[in-house]
């Protein structure tokens, strides 16, 4: 059979956008030519083909596609996003989205040095993947090289050297890769790490995390001193008190939501394979632990789907026996980067099943996600499917056998299997195929095709007002509509609020539907820290979700989900401020404004200044020059000039009217920070993106020039916000969930 058996019945309208955008087939002249079947019995096909390994006739392969094709079309189950676009089109990408390399202390010599793992890196890029390292290795800014008597330059200017590669390869050729950066929290440059993405245009394709151990966290409860220590020697370089190391690192993520933790003490203690190495980094949104040269295969089930009265739990065990034999058929049919990566793979099969749809599930048994009934189902639910995928595992063993590490694993015999401290096993005796099954993955792009909501995130508004060909369309979650007409109270008034303020917070609507229908921000940061703390518990591998709160929310809000999650057990936490980006640059205080507006009214232009000028293409529209000076002994920003590079145009008198209006601002004592506030995030028709960072607008990009040469950063109360990401493909705004940045108008997703 060449074709799909049936028609798919998941797809919405807008996941017929996201499939159209991103996943199905084009030809040289960028024409479509696959309609979403085609999608799915392609992949399904790719991935019965490993039957063929183990002895299956052309009759049995048919019929596990056609057992694979029914999961996707029907929504109940998606593999990651380079499965999905590469399976079966024999482009020689990748079908994983994950992976870890190694970084050791060297700049050319040997494998996992500087520049081997630089290359390795664009190679898993060029093949659709993303890629997390430890630069934990890497000695200190300033430290001796004995090779060459110099200096080190210290881990941060490696991750710029990264960060500037992945500008420029795209992952399979359709966007930038993705990386996630960990540092110990014993390294002599953690400060800097803390704080190398504050700046607007710095380190942009980097998630970053701090491996934090149990001792460092003891530490903090403790207010102890703590010991930093050269990576190469062993010896202490400084000390310094855990608690202030501890709030630098929550007031940072306050600010801009990075940098995340990484608990790397527990996720070591459930290493499956510890004689092959420890946990030192994880893949960039931080759902998986991986050992160098380590990949994930992921994949999502849909658990909305299997809703009744209850949970309908056989089908459910079903479906994921299924979804689990899918995954192990892509190890087999996959090709990998590397060498090393195909060589590890080989031995430890390590694959990822989660689940989407949690949210959508809550809503259709009228439980609250902010309840304690839900926590209780967040980990029947989790149960059953981690006993399921790994119930599926060893029934692959009776066929296909264990996976080659099993005996020394946590899963292995008594006499050899890997042990705790007191003796005990980690995990029971256990043969599998697989060295981990289930981890619960963003699903930002394959959530929107299977028209379910994101992972075990909350929903993120019920309501939005989206941009269709030039006019704005009501859009409200269709399960409240139902609901909504169903009872009465869906007046015209209340579908203006919702759509308005996202939430289902209106007198009208009866308390037990607001209650179901909340959304991330009313939600309390416990909540979320036990909601994933619920899952971990059964669950391989890690989860990548986020801690949303409220843009009033204060630092301590952080610091204590980041504590919370240490003492129930995470193996890792991001918190994310609504308004908070990186390239904020906040200050502790906002001093005293009415003495700074007294100090700088009536500034006078020395005979000399200090200045630069910046050019950036705007494409066919032409090119602006953005010059800053500022007064050699001071440092006071002056004046902006502003050139266009198309003469006798409109444009170009607009421009420099601008930038004649700017500089006379300064000049009557305005602060930098109040014409940025003016001038940041205004949209134009053509937005550019620039070493990383985008310009909506030329106001934007001059806005963001300033503030970036400028050494007044603007007062807290007048940035929040400010910076707010926009979808590179429509220009909304962005919202960080699962881990991830998504646009929930259009269906863009920087995660699979």
């Known amino acids: 059979m060449k074709t799909a058996p049936y028609e798919a019945t998941c797809i919405t309208e807008i996941g017929s956008k996201v499939l159209l955008k991103q996943y199905l087939a084009k030809d040289d002249e960028g024409t479509t030519v696959e309609q979403p079947e085609d999608l799915f019995w392609r992949v399904a096909v790719c991935a019965a083909e490993a039957e063929r390994l183990y002895g299956a006739t052309d009759e049995q392969i048919m019929e596990w596609a056609g057992a694979f094709y029914g999961l996707m079309a029907t929504g109940k189950f998606m593999p990651n996003t380079p499965t999905l676009i590469n399976a079966g089109r024999n482009n020689g990408l990748g079908l994983a989205a994950c992976y ?4 050791n202390d060297s700049l050319i010599e040997g494998k996992g040095s500087i520049y081997d793992t630089l290359h390795g890196m664009a190679t898993v890029h060029k093949a659709g993947g993303g890629t997390g390292f430890s630069f934990s290795s890497i000695r200190p800014e300033g430290n001796l090289v004995n090779s060459t008597s110099g200096v080190a330059s210290g881990p941060i200017s490696f991750m710029t050297l990264y960060d500037a590669s992945t500008n420029v390869v795209k992952q399979g050729g359709t966007r930038r890769g993705a990386n996630m950066g960990v540092l110990h929290c014993t ?39 703590w010991d930093l220590l050269c990576p190469t020697t062993g010896e202490i370089a400084e000390t310094v008190a855990a608690k202030e190391l501890f709030d630098a690192i929550v007031f940072q993520a306050h600010a801009t939501g990075e940098p995340g933790l990484f608990f790397v003490d527990e996720a070591n203690r459930f290493n499956p394979i510890p004689h092959l190495g420890r946990y030192e980094a994880t ?47 892509i190890l087999d049919v996959n090709q990998f980067p590397l060498p090393e990566i195909t060589a590890l793979t080989k031995r430890i099969r390590r694959i990822g099943l989660g689940i989407m749809g949690w949210a959508d599930l809550l809503i259709k048994l009228e439980i609250s996600y902010d309840s304690p009934k839900a926590l209780e189902l967040a980990d029947t639910l989790m149960r059953a499917v981690n006993h399921g995928a790994h119930e599926a595992s060893a029934n692959l063993v009776e066929t296909r056998g264990t996976f080659p590490e099993w005996e020394k694993s946590i899963w292995g015999p008594d006499d050899t ?52 060909a030039g006019a704005e369309m009501l859009d409200i979650n269709p399960m409240l509509i139902e609901v909504g007409e169903r009872e009465g109270f869906l007046s015209d008034e209340v579908r203006a609020h919702i759509t308005t303020h996202g939430t289902a917070d209106h007198p009208d609507i009866p308390e037990k539907w607001r209650k179901i229908f909340v959304t991330a921000h009313e939600i309390p940061a416990e909540q979320h820290v036990r909601m994933q703390s619920a899952f971990q518990r059964r669950c391989d591998s890690a989860i990548s979700k986020t801690v949303n709160l409220s843009n009033s929310a204060k630092v301590e809000a952080v610091a204590e989900s980041y504590i919370l999650a240490h003492k129930l057990g995470c193996k890792g936490i991001t918190a994310y401020r609504d308004g908070a980006r990186p390239g904020q640059t906040l200050t502790a205080g906002t001093g005293d404004p009415e003495a700074k507006q007294a100090h700088l009214t009536g500034l006078v232009r020395p005979e000399y200044t200090w200045g630069f000028t910046r050019k950036i293409n705007f494409g066919e529209l032409g090119k602006i020059y953005i010059t800053v000076n500022t007064d050699t002994e001071t440092n006071q920003m002056l004046e902006v000039f502003l050139g266009w590079g198309k003469a006798g145009s409109d444009q170009k008198t607009l421009v420099e009217a601008l930038g004649r209006v700017i500089s006379l601002g300064l000049k009557e004592g305005i602060a930098v920070s109040s014409i940025v506030k003016q001038l940041i995030g205004i949209g134009g028709s053509t937005g550019v993106f620039y070493k990383g960072g985008r310009f909506s607008s030329i106001p934007d990009a001059v806005a963001k020039t300033m503030l970036a040469a400028s050494n007044e950063a603007a007062p807290v109360s007048e940035q929040l916000g400010i910076f707010e990401q926009h979808c590179p493909d429509c220009d909304a705004k962005l919202v960080l969930v699962e881990g991830c940045k998504k646009c929930m108008a259009c269906g863009y997703s920087a995660c699979g």
């Open 187 to 225: 390294h002599p440059d953690i400060v800097k790490f803390i704080k190398c993405k504050e700046g607007v245009d710095q380190i942009t394709n980097f998630n970053i995390s701090v491996a934090v151990t149990d001792s460092f966290m003891e530490a903090v409860y403790g207010d102890k001193p």
């Open 100 to 103: 870890v390399l190694p970084i």
């Open 417 to 468: 299997c890997a042990r705790r401290q007191d003796g005990e096993r980690v995990r029971p005796f256990l043969p599998q195929r697989h060295c981990n099954v289930t981890t619960i993955a963003p699903t930002g792009s394959i959530s929107m095709i299977a028209g379910c909501s994101g992972g075990i995130e909350p929903l993120f508004a019920v309501g939005m007002i989206r941009k269709q």
């Open 283 to 329: 893949n960039p949104c931080g759902e998986q632990p991986l050992l160098p040269y380590d990949v994930c295969s992921l994949a999502s089930i849909n658990v909305s789907k299997y809703a009744t009265q209850d949970i309908n739990y056989v089908e459910l065990q079903r479906d994921v026996a299924t979804a689990v034999r899918f995954l192990d058929n």
